[in-house]
């Protein structure tokens, strides 16, 4: 959805905040369609707040901000009876950097798909907290006013909400291996399933999400033996689609990190790659749902 941009403060300042705006709703909603349909609700509201001149406002930004957490935290809350129903595990859209606005990467804290898979699991005040404060930098102060509620509880959400996400403050995120991404692709590329298992972790963790369009696993899968087996299982299949080139792999920039694009037995899914301390693969994001895929496959 696209809204017209006058020459009025309001639509200025929402022109002007238009991709942090989306850089808040995404790490919120998990789903850019979602986010920019929030962005632009937040239009529309902003200039019937302007048209009906019942109070001043002092700061755009700050109110635009406002709105867009409300909107979104709504929006949230309806989606969560849909991703009950959602058939299968649930992942976070996929999006190519580089289609990502550029105030909406500008600090690329809460963007990664491990990280918003993992957002799911607070409350959308708990989310909307440490998004505003760990992507943001925004107080607890600030985004009491927001929330309506008192600084102490916000410091609280944002407490609890970093330990339930393994955040730390004084840590950076840590960057994905060379070595390791590389070992991946050849393992992948050459079908090398004792290469792959060789780069697994004991306890990794395997989430794919067909939506019930494209064949996927409906529970996660723990461990590195069954996630070995799941992909023997997957070569077995893509050879029988073409035995000379079952797969293909593609290196990507999805949501500020290294991905990639697998290709085989006719179909392409995205996956996000996680790496524990040692350099092993602790944790694999297989996006199958075709539907999820457009703005990171383009």
Known sequence: MTVAVSTTPAARAWEAERGRLIGIAYRMLGDFGHAEDVVSEVAIEALREERAGIRKVHSWPAWLTTVCIRRAIDRLRGLAAVREEYTGHWLPEPVATDRLPEDAVADREMLSLALLHLAEQLSPEARAAVVLHRAFAMPATEIAEILEKSPAAVRQL?????????????????????????????????????????????????????????????????????????????????????????????????????????????????????????????????????????????
């Open 158 to 298: 944002i407490s609890r909400g970093e330990r339930r996400l393994q955040l730390h403050v004084d840590a950076p995120p840590r960057p994905a291996n060379p070595q390791a991404l590389n070992a991946l692709v050849d393992a992948v590329r050459t079908g090398d399933v004792s290469a792959l298992l060789a780069l697994l972790a004991d306890d990794t963790i395997l989430w794919t999400d067909g939506g019930g369009v494209v064949s996927a696993t409906l529970n996660p899968i723990f461990g590195a033996e069954r996630v070995r087996r799941f992909f023997l299982g997957v070569r077995e299949k893509a050879a029988a689609h073409n035995r000379e080139n079952p797969f293909s792999i593609e290196v990507l920039d999805v949501n500020g990190e290294t991905a990639f694009a697998l290709s085989h037995s006719g179909r392409t899914d995205v996956l996000a790659v996680e790496f524990d301390d040692a350099g092993l693969i602790c944790g694999i994001r297989q996006v199958c749902n075709p539907h999820k895929l457009r703005r990171a496959l383009g």
